[in-house]
């Protein structure tokens, strides 16, 4: 038979990662992978090699996967990247060499030549009586070649003391579960042995590559405590190098344990080892998996800071009732399960917990470890639901509803009004204003129940807006260091708004300058830019421009001469750069106290009002407009004016002389 080779692709890099996908990285070393990933209690391992290109082996991610693991060891045939989802090719292969391999255990149980071999080995010694692990064999293979002659293989051997006698002596333990009989494409598909087989072709799935691999699987054999012992992990191509397979190792589930605890809380989720106090039960399994033909009696210790009796009781005898200390195995008995139920007493209590302890007997020499699990009991706290409303523009379209779900039991559910998934975000779309009511429940079966579904509303608001607009201002002309505001009038678009202030030119800083309004001290001339965004993401800008004046200091002059003999500035008392302020207001007294004018808006237009030459005093209020400064002509020492400054004004007060030239 001759096999059509179908590239699908080329896979370069040593990680692929994809959402909703099995994930691969071949970045660890083998010893790596059999030390930090495969091994589990109850062994040790040592001695570890691998043969085969590196690519061929490494570690995979199957949390967003069906491929039955959370995560753990893959061996394959070719690039491991082959493995990951979609199930977008029936034929896929990549990185396999095309290499014969003669290695004598696979051999003995392919039916053609074998290529592309990726074999992991290692020592181990057990701490128990039973080894066991957990695994999946898949594979481009299925269903085209299932019955032929290209029958990709792989194999768990083991070698070893036996403890029923004798030796293992590269044993295969990857079997049919309660059969001699070795896993391979041809005993285990769609048509024969089909209990144990995954169809990941039709419908075509979207984490995993391979066409069809098996459900997870349990390798296992009896050892004996403290012994070493040799397996080799072993997978090939056969017939030819093309179509890839892969065999998936489950982390952590190499190991060599007497009993285990498997706890289950009956509404599993996130809680996998809290129990609610009136919530639903809590099912402990005690299973073993060696010597089951005989009886055997175990002793378990039940401790924890939860009282057995009061805070919690054996369900299966009713309330009130301890959970047993010792568990009796009966001939062919391989598990033995009770559940428990917390006691809902009302009582604000910190976390408590049950803890369950069997520590088996061992020989002088190996002594297994003790296996444990710990249950948490935890007071209920009452679901709190929040929403939240959104805005859409104009003609509406497609939003997430989001929800925030604090305290009860989880799983929880989801139900929507108007059609909505039931789920915690869902995405809807409307063309007009909409409001959606989630109704909230979570998995506690107390009696009664504690936990009644919460309701909650999220309103989509679809808005029309007239145009965005802004205007920030009038351009401006201002003195050095004065404070100079900007407030942007906003017309049209949907709030909330932001902002965005931009220096054209200029060095002058605007603070804040996400704000409105935002101020600035100005020394330079500029020109600053407001970018305004709407709810709807619509945009409008607007300039200002501001002129900075070369010098707005007052010059208060000490003599006027109102004769009409001289130029304007001598007839009046004339302030030089008043016309910069506003609201100037002006005082002038005799030389008995007496005020003979007042201005609150001087415009620099007194000219001595008839009155006599002589000495007169002025008092100039300024206010607030910058750094005012106020020069004079020289005079004596003692100088011509004082100055005194408020929160409000600046007021300067001094003397001039009226002279009129004869």
Request: hydrophobic share 35%.
């Amino acid at each position: 038979m001759i096999k059509n080779i179908f590239k699908a692709g080329l896979i370069l890099c040593t990680a692929f990662t994809a959402k909703a996908q099995l994930t691969v990285n071949s970045a660890m070393t083998p010893t790596q992978l059999v030390q930090n990933v495969l091994l589990g209690s109850g062994v040790t391992a040592s001695n570890i090699t691998f043969s085969g290109p590196n690519a061929a082996r490494g570690e995979f991610n199957g949390t967003a996967s069906n491929i039955g693991f959370p995560g753990g060891v893959i061996l394959a045939t070719g690039d491991i990247s082959v493995a990951v989802g979609p199930n977008n090719s029936g034929s896929l292969s990549n990185g396999g060499t095309g290499t014969i391999s003669t290695d004598p255990q696979l051999t003995g149980i392919a039916t053609n030549t074998l290529y592309d071999a990726a074999i992991l080995e290692f020592d181990f010694v057990p701490l128990a009586d039973t080894l066991k692990f957990r695994y999946v064999f898949g594979s481009e293979e299925y269903m085209e070649f299932a019955n032929s002659s290209f029958n990709d293989v792989f194999g768990f051997f083991i070698s070893g003391p036996n403890p029923s006698g004798g030796s293992y002596t590269n044993q295969n333990i990857a079997l049919i579960p309660g059969t001699s009989t070795p896993v391979t494409i041809n005993n285990v598909n769609g048509g024969t042995n089909a209990t144990y087989y995954f169809d990941n072709e039709n419908p075509a799935g979207a984490s995993v590559q391979y066409d069809g691999f098996t459900v997870p699987l349990t390798a296992i054999a009896p050892v004996a405590c403290g012994a070493t012992y040799h397996i080799k992990i072993a997978i090939a191509d056969a017939g030819d190098g093309s179509w890839d397979s892969g065999v998936f190792l489950e982390a952590g589930s190499f190991t060599s344990v007497g009993v285990q605890i498997i706890p289950e809380i009956s509404y599993g989720g996130a809680n996998d080892s809290t129990l609610y106090e009136g919530c639903g039960n809590a099912c402990i399994y005690f299973v073993r998996t060696s010597n089951i033909s005989v009886q055997d009696t175990i002793n378990l210790t039940i401790g924890g800071t939860a009282i057995n009796g009061t805070d919690y009781y054996d369900n299966n005898v009713g309330p009130g009732a301890l959970l047993p200390s010792q568990l009796i195995f009966a001939p062919g008995q391989d598990s033995i399960s009770f559940c428990i139920n917390a006691v809902s007493d009302a009582v604000a209590e910190s976390l408590e917990s049950i803890t369950l302890l069997i520590q088996p007997t061992g020989s002088a020499f190996c002594v297994p470890p003790p296996t444990s699990a710990t249950i948490y009991l935890s007071e209920y706290t009452p679901i709190v639901v929040t929403t939240s409303d959104t805005t859409l523009c104009n003609s509406g379209g497609t939003v997430t509803l989001n929800t925030t779900v604090t305290g009860g039991v989880e799983p929880y559910t989801y139900a929507w009004s108007g059609g909505a998934a039931s789920v915690a975000d869902p995405s809807v779309t409307v063309s007009s204003t909409t409001t959606f009511t989630v109704t909230v429940g979570d998995a506690c079966t107390g009696t009664p129940d504690p936990t009644p579904a919460v309701v909650d509303s999220s309103t989509v608001t679809v808005a029309t807006f007239i145009p965005l607009t802004a205007f920030i201002g009038d351009d401006a002309q201002v003195c050095p260091g004065d404070l100079v505001n900007f407030l942007a009038l906003v017309n049209g678009g949907g709030p909330p708004y932001t902002y965005a202030w931009t220096t054209i030119s200029g060095t002058d800083t605007l603070t804040p300058s996400n704000g409105n309004p935002v101020n600035m001290i100005a020394n330079v001339s500029g020109t600053y830019q407001l970018l305004i965004t709407d709810v709807c993401g619509n945009t409008t800008t607007d300039q200002v421009n501001v002129s900075v004046e070369g010098s707005c200091a007052l010059n208060i002059p000490n003599v006027i001469t109102p004769d009409g003999n001289g130029p304007a500035e001598n007839e009046n008392f004339y302030i030089a750069n008043l016309d910069k302020y506003t609201n100037v207001s002006l005082a002038i007294y005799n030389r008995w106290g007496n005020k003979i004018y007042e201005s609150t808006d001087y415009k620099n237009n007194w000219n001595g009002g008839g009155h006599a030459d002589g000495t007169y005093y002025y008092v100039l209020t300024v206010p607030p407009a910058g750094l005012v400064d106020a020069k004079v002509n020289p005079l004596p020492a003692t100088g011509s004016f004082k100055e005194s400054k408020s929160d409000t004004n600046k007021v300067f007060a001094g003397f001039f002389q009226i002279v009129r030239l004869k």
